[in-house]
């Protein structure tokens, strides 16, 4: 055997060693990922409020129903109409929106709307309403529509302050297995209401579990977290006040002596 070929050898061995693979048991693999579920926001419609102090307001919830082809009146409330099911038209200073299952809009106070069940089933919605004290007993909507009230604050909403505020009817949407958010707490007030799944409320230590149909009242400064431990997808509808360009939800506690 040639000299050149024992020192060639040498190298390669010597090379060979510096890049060999660690052994199995050495080798790494990707942890799970950290990163955790959040939930999603869709602002549905929203209208400006140039005061909310004028004389105390209450919000109010009721479910309609509107027989196929049928239609009835709106009349004289600040509301967000948001479509269950079946196909809505709504008429308001002439313009026309349909709207499908899902879709919302804002009808304010001062103007009149036409409402019509356009497909081959009745038209069924949710209608959030703003209401001074005055007209909480007044009737919204009239025959032939099918009218069940879900839900009335027993008392004025609280703590809201002079100055222009933004009313807002939003979707949210918390996906399976999310943990309970940051304690946090509205800047002004909102009402929910569970549109599907099942969610847990968390409210000065005490958890309380939320199913689909549930309405809950949120005034300025109760602290609370929102959860889902199901396998499918909790969503929320929260009709909301906020002071123009203030967040609608603040994370921590409220100042000491605030209100």
């Known amino acids: 055997m040639s000299l050149r070929f024992i020192i060639r050898a040498l190298i390669i061995a010597t090379l060979g060693a510096g890049i060999s693979a660690p052994p199995l048991g050495a080798q790494t693999t990707p942890g ?8 999603v926001r869709n602002v549905l419609a929203n209208a400006g409020l140039p005061s909310v102090v004028d004389v105390p307001l209450h919000f109010k919830l009721l479910r309609v129903s509107i027989p196929a082809g049928q239609s009835t009146s709106s009349r004289e409330a600040n509301g967000f109409l948001f479509e269950m099911s079946g196909m809505l038209a709504v008429t308001t ?7 499908r299952n899902g879709d919302a ?34 009737m919204v909507e009239g025959a032939p529509a099918v009218v069940t009230e879900l ?19 939003t979707r949210v949407t918390l996906p399976p297995r999310m943990p309970s958010n940051p304690p946090h707490y509205r800047s002004g007030g909102a009402l929910y209401y569970v549109a599907s799944g099942t969610g847990t409320t968390t409210v000065e230590g005490r958890t309380e579990t939320k199913p689909t149909g549930s309405r809950l009242f949120e005034p300025y400064g109760m602290v609370h977290q929102w959860g889902n431990p199901g396998d499918t997808p909790l969503v929320l509808l929260q009709a909301n006040i906020s002071p123009e360009g203030v967040p609608v939800v603040i994370v921590g506690v409220p100042p000491a002596g605030s209100k």
């Open 151 to 169: 839900y009335r604050t027993t008392a004025p909403i609280p703590s809201l302050k002079s100055g222009p505020y933004e009313f807002t009817l």
């Open 93 to 99: 200073s002439g313009d026309t929106r349909n709207l």
């Open 105 to 138: 809009m804002f009808v304010g106070r001062g103007e009149s709307a036409t409402l019509k069940a356009t497909g081959p089933e009745p038209a069924v919605f949710l209608h959030f309403l703003l209401l001074p004290v005055a007209d909480l007993e007044k």
């Open 32 to 39: 799970p990922s950290t990163t955790q579920p959040t939930a």
